[in-house]
């Protein structure tokens, strides 16, 4: 990351965009304090992220971070309802007001009645849904969600995006949403286009989804010429 400047406001959605290498990863592994900044600042609810020791660096990350994987990570010994009450259990607390937390989490992804399943019963959609109660069941200051969509068909994705926007409406769940695919991103309210450590560009929606894509579809073409032009010229 070089020059990269940019701050994500409680309830926002926005997606983060760019070629292989281009700092995406990076930025999560940053905002999650799993890599250390050589300089600068990270500021989440005025936290300095980059001055946290280990303890504390662990303590944030199950206080105020939820994660989202592409590839769901979720506890095959655990069934549905204790793999969502994972990050209560670390906290040390896990009561009947826990488990009614969880059990709403689930209801409102989709999954009310599955709670006593394991995950090797579910879908690959329905296992994409129990991580995202999972990452929001403590009720995180941002959810970091890598690629949600990458391991899922076309039609799961869908509903996969659409519950990520339900959840941002009627919650205000902040959402960094990392991903390839612009219609994707087209479910953010803003996304940033990031090229080689720096931001390139930046969209604010505005108009209908359609629209919207398309003018992320040539920010991104934008980009890559750019990309291939500044290769031809070295």
């Known amino acids: 990351m070089a020059g990269l400047t940019f701050s994500v406001e409680a309830g926002d959605f926005t997606a983060v965009m760019g070629p292989s290498g281009s700092g995406k990863t990076t930025l999560l592994n940053l905002i999650a304090g799993l890599d250390r900044p050589t300089s600068g600042e990270i500021v989440v609810q005025g936290r300095h992220v980059e001055d946290l020791g280990e303890e504390e660096l662990s303590c944030y990350r199950r206080e105020m971070l939820g994660f989202v ?3 769901f990570n979720l506890l095959s010994k655990l069934t549905v309802l204790e793999n969502v009450l994972l990050p209560l259990s670390l906290r040390g607390r896990v009561g009947p007001e826990e488990r009614r937390q969880a059990l709403d989490v689930l209801r409102r992804v989709g999954l009310k009645g599955k709670e006593d399943r394991f995950p090797y ?3 690959g959609g329905e296992q ?3 991580s995202i109660a999972r990452a929001l069941v403590h009720r995180p200051a941002l959810v970091l969600a890598d690629e949600p969509t990458g391991n899922l068909d076309t039609g799961t994705g869908r509903a996969i995006l659409e519950l990520f926007a339900e959840l941002n409406r009627e919650l205000g769940a902040t959402i960094l949403l990392v991903t390839h695919d612009p219609f994707a991103a087209s479910y953010g309210s803003r996304v940033l286009f990031l090229r080689d450590g720096r931001l390139y560009a930046e969209l604010r929606r ?3 989804r359609g629209v919207y894509t398309q003018r992320i579809l040539d920010t991104l073409s934008a980009m890559e010429g750019a990309t291939v032009g500044g290769l031809k010229s070295e």
């Open 206 to 208: 505005g108009e209908d």
């Open 121 to 123: 019963q579910l879908s």
């Open 128 to 130: 994409q849904r129990v």
């Open 69 to 71: 994987f592409q590839d």
